[in-house]
């Protein structure tokens, strides 16, 4: 069973950078794509941006494209999430998850496994 585990999360302000990480355990070196997705109050969950094993292959929402940016550290088993450029809009509490398919997927039902989330506040 693999475990994720968020860290990073916090209260900025708006135009600041914030940088997540997860870091996976129990039988993490089975896992293929991993990504970040987040839900802010009353709203669905939304795809943040996914990365595949080798890194070669990334992807964005649009709202974070350009600000954001997905790396992983395979040897220690860590995918970070660089946020760039704050705005109130990514306030949201940001999840890690993880997938046993090699395509760094958009839906959050391609992943098979989740943290438990950490919150990130952007103030005005």
């Known amino acids: 069973q693999v475990q994720l585990v968020e860290s990073g999360g916090g209260v900025e302000q708006a135009g600041t950078a914030l940088r997540l990480s997860c870091a996976a355990s129990?039988?993490?070196?089975?896992?293929?794509?991993m990504a970040w997705f987040r839900q802010a109050p009353g709203k669905e969950r939304e795809f943040v941006s996914a990365?595949?094993?080798?890194?070669?292959?990334?992807a964005y929402g649009g709202p974070v494209k350009g600000r954001f940016t997905i790396s992983r550290d395979n040897a220690k088993n860590t995918v970070a999430l660089q946020m760039n450029s704050l705005k109130p809009e990514d306030t949201a509490v940001y999840y890690c998850?993880?997938?046993?398919?090699?395509?760094?997927?958009?839906?959050?039902?391609?992943?098979?496994?989740w943290g438990q989330g950490t919150q990130v506040t952007v103030s005005s």
């Open positions: 998850a993880a997938s046993y398919y090699s395509v760094p997927y958009r839906e959050p039902g391609r992943y098979h496994y």
């Open positions: 990365i595949s094993r080798g890194g070669d292959s990334t």
């Open positions: 129990g039988g993490a070196s089975s896992i293929d794509a």
